[in-house]
């Protein structure tokens, strides 16, 4: 994948997500850092300022990683970061995330615009065919808004990660690009007629 383009901004009603910078870096760090986020995370260590600029350089620079920033509409006050990784080219297939560090200040729904727009970003500028996501299954809240922005649970693994000395389970959740999907049953319609 090509890196974000620079300029590139997701507008929603409430939010809008820019890409991340090396700026960010000290934000994204204490956010990361939080136990509220690291919690809901597969990767527990604390996170330093070098880790998060080596991440960037390696990793969103390169366009590996399209990481954005979530800021507020009405002030611009950056709440957290959204992201697609582990992309796979040939199948046109990534994983999304997003945290929230600013939890005192965002509004109702706001994780879930996000992903709104960051799915809308994946199918209809980058062409992907799905998008899927892990999730521990105690972080209800993530399940929730997965399942609002159109995903469908796809497995449920048991004793899937032993993190902070016991074993949680994961839930794994999938969804396709719906341009495809309309395409698909308008094709099949076709054959019928």
């Not at 597969?42 to 969103?60: G, Q």
């Not at 959740?173 to 719906?178: D, K």
Request: aromatic fraction near 10%; charged fraction near 30%; glycine fraction near 8%.
């Amino acid at each position: 994948m090509e890196p974000v383009k620079k300029d590139l901004i997701l507008r929603g009603e409430q939010i809008y997500l820019r890409p991340i910078t090396a700026d960010d870096t000290e934000l994204a760090v204490r956010w990361r850092n939080q136990p509220s986020v690291v919690a809901n995370f597969l990767y527990r260590k604390p996170i330093t300022p070098k880790d998060h600029e080596d991440w960037l350089a390696n990793k969103v620079f390169k366009g590996l990683v399209h990481q954005f920033i979530v800021c507020r509409n009405e002030d611009d006050k950056p709440l957290g970061s959204a992201y697609l990784q582990n992309f796979d080219e040939e199948s046109r297939r990534a994983e999304w995330g997003i945290y929230l560090g600013e939890e005192q200040t965002y509004g109702k729904g706001v994780g879930t615009e996000a992903g709104h727009l960051i799915l809308d970003y994946a199918f209809n500028t980058l062409g992907l065919h799905k998008v899927v996501s892990r999730v521990l299954a105690r972080n209800t809240a993530s399940a929730r808004m997965s399942e609002k922005v159109g995903s469908i649970q796809e497995a449920y693994l048991r004793d899937e990660y032993f993190l902070d000395g016991q074993y949680e389970d994961l839930i794994l959740f999938g969804i396709f690009n719906p341009r495809e999907q309309i395409a698909s049953v308008k094709e099949g319609q076709e054959d019928y007629e």
